[in-house]
């Protein structure tokens, strides 16, 4: 069996990778959520400056990149590759971000389960003796979400309470062989798991199973306990995806209620904010990891997260074929000691 | 420096992969043209019995996926990650495709580059100690990409003479930590470069740069000359691209004349079957490499080629937003000697 791999679909680092720096730039709506103080940058319009959204996705990406780069006091040529993806068709943002910065790049489509799709073949590139520096970035914005998959914004369309809103946000970290922590110690590579939910407005359901079958796989493969973690995170299951992931990990034995949180719901205060189940998008786990959660990994609150980012992988070409929706979701542990 | 790592963008790898078997299945099309003996199905309609061209992409994707993995006398669950991508808006012909085989699945979007993008990060994991057996595969369909990127196939539009034919065709290869070759033994990650090209007809001379500009590095990085290798084939550059990227290349004073070709050109009979500049799609590189490539390798009529799929990183969006086209090309070398 591969000298790295445990387990079936779990590998250990023998020299995990150091995540040495990240940037996180949201939007209006995200600046005034709970997690408000944690964001390196908030856009005072979702323009961002640009002439379309897809435009000001493409720069909030771009500029978060450069930022991780800076912060991570490197040069542009010192980022040995760049991986990054979005939702947008052909993943516009992220390959136009890219251009600027003339790395060589691995795009990306994971659809929201995408910021640990990069960590994940980031840290392989890393631990594999492939490179030193690695960018992972990804983005989203409500505006260019919503006019893709779903409706004009000018329609004004009633959204259902199952419904989540895209966050606009994106988010980029370097991983380093060098540095001293938080490290990247195990990746759980999700497979897809299909539901047969066909609702597009309900996406937390769709994608909940493959969040819970990722989890318990991931303690199955490497032996931990719940106690060994101080936070499990997904990324956007939201208010109605998050229990049904709870319970259906449940139904294994492992409970890991006290310590589970989901970036979609920390993100907005769901009430005040009227975004219905809650946050999604790329940008959702990618602005909550490299805002909140790696700053309070560098000072101490957590030393040992599991990050879950989901994907539903359905497009609207898809969904009017009558598809149902494929969820997946990749599991990164991130821990400031090296287990 | 990493220790694999040689020049700028190429990695050696240190157990070169062993590419254990493909599979190939191409349109009707395609299967009159001049590498018809070399593929392994060839549909007799490009429907394949389903009941939209979307989905027999994705049936098409899903048999080659499952016949490489039978090629290779392997069961799937031995297949430790799949690596695939497509054209279509969120590449839902993969996801779906993968769907069926309950694989750990990392989702590409290289455009036409994604072939040579899954061969470089599917050698990664099996080089880095990850996995023993990776699955790379990628698919087009003419019928689902003329819709989707131009107009709908019943305006019956004409086409400009710069245009490309966008190949029906998929492939797949299982790589291996053991295996007696053909060897993946380097890999040079391309860079954009973005010409400034507008005119979504004309792909090729956008993504001509690009593929210079990774072959150029290739060299400079391995120190390789010309003579090292029997054939350099790039994945899609066509009638209009192949010789602005080999003029290009010549600038640096290199000649690779006569050792160049192109799968575009490869795949039809441009003048009898009246596909314009040539073939592209990830399919294409993706179906001559699986059909065409590897088993000329096993017989010894090439010992050593540099594979190049070519990608243009635009969508529908970014080309009606006034945005020019992003090229990108990854290099691979396979070998049947480990050099």
Redesign the interface.
Known sequence: ?????IGK?T?KF?NPPSIISTASIVGPKEGEGPLKEYFDIILEDDLYDQ??W??AESKMLEDAMKMAIKNAKLLEEQI??ILA?D??????SS??A??QL??????????CSTMT?SL??GS?????????NVLCATSSHFCTAER?YRFPLELGNQRPFTSQWTVTGAGAAVIS?NGSGPYITHVT????V?PGIKDVNNMGAAMAPAAADTIIQHFEDTGFNVDDYDLIITGDLSGIGKPIAEELILTKGIDISTIYKDCGIEIFDGKRQDTHAGGSGCGCSASVFAGYLYKELKKGKYNRILLVSTGA??????AN?G?SI?G?AHAVTISNVIS
Do not use: C, W
Not at 87 to 92: D, E, M, S, T
Not at 102 to 111: H, I, K, M, S, T
């Open positions: 069996m591969a000298q790295k791999k679909q590998v023998q002439d379309s897809e435009k040995e590759y993806g939702l947008l068709n052909q993943i516009i390959s136009f890219v251009r003339q790395r060589p790049y691995f795009g990306l489509y994971g659809a799709e994940s073949l392989m590139i890393v631990d594999g003796g492939f490179a030193d893709q062989a590579t999700g497979k897809i299909d992988l359905h497009s609207p070409v898809s074929q598809e494929p997946i």
